[in-house]
């Protein structure tokens, strides 16, 4: 079936750290990959996404490339600010199918 | 484009009433509209998905008669809590696809609406 599996939280980072957070993917076929963000408070907001392999996904610094090889899409960013402090939710949404499935989801707070 | 809106953004509700949660696509129609809950620190569950003009599909475990679904237009669709309990208090969220190419493959999330039930 598919699936996601992201890093377990909670991740606790100075500002300007660099930032990653692992996520690996069980699918069937070619699915389209997301990053989502959620504030507290509020619903989810895209992130970044890829459609298909060696795709990189940017936004707002952040970056993730989907990699067929290894059925990852690893969330970057180089240095994250206080306001990056949020949870973010791996998801995946097989090919014409909108099955989608979400990762447990990563929980991030940066100290100033 | 591509927005969804959810209305109300927060309801308190007592034990034993009903409260409907409105699900819109603003600026696109909306083929299928799903419903997921959030418990507190936790991921999305996805609760129901729904086709304009007919039944909802409920994922197993989510008790059909307590969350009513209705998706009347492509561009609204209703979830109602019945006979709402304490533990149904939680976080909903609604998320729709579109019918065109620029909206398909993609599911657009509304901004949420965290129910309290006292």
């Known amino acids: 079936g598919n699936s996601v599996t992201q890093m377990e939280g909670p991740v606790t980072l100075s500002e300007e750290a660099f930032l990653t957070i692992n996520c690996t993917y069980t699918a069937t076929g070619y699915p389209s990959l997301f990053w989502y963000v959620q504030y507290p408070g509020e619903g989810l907001q895209l992130l970044l996404k890829a459609t298909k392999a060696d795709d990189k996904g940017s936004n707002k610094g952040f970056e993730a490339t989907y990699r067929k090889e290894t059925t990852s899409f690893h969330l970057e960013k180089g240095s994250v600010q206080v306001s990056d402090s949020a949870v973010y939710f791996c998801a995946l949404n097989p090919y014409n199918n909108n099955d989608m499935r979400f990762g447990a989801g990563t929980r991030l707070t940066v100290k100033p | 484009g591509a927005v969804v809106s959810q209305h109300p953004s927060r309801v308190i509700c007592k034990s034993g009433t009903s409260v409907k949660i409105e699900c819109r696509s603003l600026?696109?129609?909306?083929?299928?509209m799903f419903w997921y809950r959030q418990f507190p620190k936790k991921s999305l569950m996805l609760m129901a998905t729904?086709?304009?003009?007919?039944?909802?599909?409920?994922e197993q475990g989510v008790e059909k008669d307590k969350f009513l679904i209705n998706h009347a237009s492509l561009t609204l669709s209703t979830l109602t809590v019945t006979s709402a309990h304490p533990e149904d208090s939680s976080f909903y969220i609604c998320?729709?696809?579109?019918?065109?190419?620029?909206?398909?493959?993609?599911?657009?999330f509304g901004p949420g609406t965290r129910l309290t039930v006292t």
């Open positions: 729904s086709n304009e003009g007919s039944k909802a599909t409920y």
């Open positions: 998320s729709a696809i579109g019918q065109d190419p620029e909206t398909r493959y993609e599911q657009y």
């Open positions: 600026d696109f129609q909306a083929t299928t």
